[in-house]
């Protein structure tokens, strides 16, 4: 079955950078899209980053735009969300997801991981 397993949370000081991976099992990786997702305590999760199958494509949430970068290794089966100039309001479970196209995985992707959690410090 479909398994991704998200890893890199942690704490950190803001304005710090934290690497987020996610490595996938179960898809024929390289033709699927990728993309993470986070939810802050009391809100709805949201989308953050997506990349297509072969990265020539990327998409990000306004938020964090100009800090944060998805990338993908279709070789290591992972994505990343390199995080830089982390704010509070960064804060969340960092979820991430798998679907065939550019376009469902910014909208409902089909296959979720557990997360991971983030926490910036103020």
């Known amino acids: 079955q479909v398994q991704l397993v998200e890893s890199g949370g942690g704490l950190v000081q803001a304005g710090g950078s934290l690497k987020l991976s996610c490595a996938a099992s179960g898809i024929t990786f390289s033709i699927n899209a990728m993309g993470w997702f986070r939810q802050a305590p009391g809100k709805e999760r949201e989308f953050v980053a997506a990349?297509?199958?072969?990265?020539?494509?990327?998409n990000y949430v306004d938020s964090v735009k100009g800090r944060f970068s998805i990338s993908r290794d279709n070789a290591k089966n992972t994505v990343y969300l390199q995080m830089n100039a982390l704010k509070p309001e960064d804060t969340a479970t960092y979820y991430c997801a798998t679907d065939r196209t550019f376009y469902q995985i910014q909208t409902r992707p089909k296959y979720w991981g557990k997360g991971t959690l983030v926490i910036v410090s103020s």
């Open positions: 990349i297509s199958r072969s990265g020539d494509m990327t």
